[in-house]
Antibody
């Protein structure tokens, strides 16, 4: 059974770069049927899509975050990663990694990790 | 930017039917999806492609879409269905993923 697990620092200082990794187990990140993505949720608030990546390295990003976001993939480790630069307190959130279907027009996330809380504070 | 609009809260008694709506200008052309999120847990997909139910999701969960509005229906809501529900879709270009603001369902 495929599982996703987020990992990374739980505390990041303002203006620094947030870095998280998602490890995929029970299946291959190179499966051509899926993309992989990141979604976040500030405490007490709703969900926000951050971006997605295909095993080939093709990416798409939320337009509102695009200037600060980089998503990359390491197929040898079955992992994909998120970097968010110049963080502020507004970036404090639970960050989820998830599996996305391959459809380029109607796409959605069908399997999620448990999430990891990242707090931005000095 | 594209938006999906949901009511902040819906309340029903156990056994009643709960309906949660989601409105968006692109919904006539795009599928709606629904996620259930219980307190402290990750979201779980309960409806995909407007009306399909993933395996393991109880039959009391159903979805429909007409025009610019999609609806999640929980027939005979149970106490364990109390959660936040989010609709989701992509914008008209298919380039951006968008979540609704979420609806808190209370069953008591």
């Amino acid at each position: 059974q495929l599982q996703l697990q987020e990992s990374g620092p739980g505390l990041v200082k303002p203006s620094e770069t947030l870095s998280l990794t998602c490890t995929v187990s029970g299946g291959s990140i190179s499966n051509k049927s899926y993309y992989w993505g990141w979604i976040r949720q500030p405490p007490g608030k709703g969900l926000e899509w951050i971006g997605s990546i295909y095993y080939s390295g093709s990416t798409s990003y939320n337009a509102s975050l695009k200037s600060r976001v980089t998503i990359s993939v390491d197929t040898s480790k079955n992992q994909f990663s998120l970097k968010l630069s110049s963080v502020t307190a507004a970036d404090t959130a639970v960050y989820y990694c998830a599996r996305r279907n391959r459809d380029g027009y109607n796409w959605y996330f069908d399997l999620w990790g448990r999430g990891t809380l990242v707090t931005v504070s000095s | 930017s594209y938006e999906l609009t949901q009511p902040p809260s819906v309340s029903v008694s156990p056994g009643q039917t709960a309906r949660i709506t989601c409105s968006g200008d692109a919904l006539p052309k795009k599928y709606a999806y629904w996620y259930q999120q219980k307190s402290g847990q990750a979201p779980v997909l309960v409806i995909y492609e407007d009306s399909k139910r993933p395996s393991g999701i109880p039959e009391r969960f159903s979805g429909s879409s007409s025009g610019t509005m999609a609806t999640l229906t929980i027939s005979g809501a149970q106490v364990e269905d109390e959660a936040d529900y989010y609709c989701y879709s992509t914008d008209g270009s298919g380039n951006q993923g968008v979540f609704g603001g979420g609806t808190k369902l209370t069953v008591l």
